[in-house]
């Protein structure tokens, strides 16, 4: 079977259908760490449509649906990453990492130095899948209830002129 999907901004009309998979995904990550409080479980619709419109969100789209997500706020040369989903029957199929390389090329094209993202610290597979994209542990914090892990990835001059993508048959719409 072929992993075929189409990677693109988001838009105001996928706020629900990017709610719902938002909510599958963190349900799941707030099990796993055994926590019933976690930022992304409060989220409305409207919250996602305010994020879609005021900060960038991408979405990766099989069959008509949106099978995956992430988000990126960039302040200065800095960039924080969120949010990242992927629907349960897709995953291990290249989505997340073909997600994280279309950030990676839209912050070296904003001119920006380094990223920071959050994951629990005791999930080994979010840990290694993070490290495997090139981010590393700068600090662990418990303030939230769980062991949460501030994640780097550093930037350097890399040419941004190379092709965004070319794995996992994605497409990718070129930035505004």
Avoid: W
């Avoid at 629900?16 to 963190?26: G, K, M, N």
């Avoid at 070296?108 to 080994?124: D, E, M, R």
């Amino acid at each position: 079977m072929e992993n075929c999907f189409v990677l693109r901004h988001a838009v105001v009309s996928d706020a629900a259908e990017i709610h719902v998979l938002l909510q599958e995904a963190f349900r799941e990550y707030a099990e796993f760490l055994g926590v019933t409080q976690l930022e992304a479980l409060n989220e409305s619709i409207k919250d996602v449509e305010y994020e879609i419109k005021n900060n960038t969100v991408f979405v990766a789209i099989a069959d008509g649906c949106i099978i995956g997500t992430i988000r990126v706020r960039i302040s200065g040369d800095e960039a924080y990453i969120s949010r990242l989903a992927v629907s349960k029957p897709h995953r291990n199929m290249g989505v997340g990492e073909s997600l994280i390389n279309l950030v990676d090329r839209f912050l070296q094209s904003k001119g920006v130095k380094k990223a920071i993202l959050y994951t629990a610290s005791n999930n080994p597979n979010l840990v290694r899948f993070y490290y495997g994209r090139g981010f590393y542990i700068d600090s662990v914090s418990h303030e939230r209830g769980y062991p949460r892990a501030r994640m780097i990835k550093e930037y350097r001059n890399i040419d941004t002129d190379e092709e965004l993508c070319s794995c996992h048959n994605s497409q990718i719409n070129s930035f505004r």
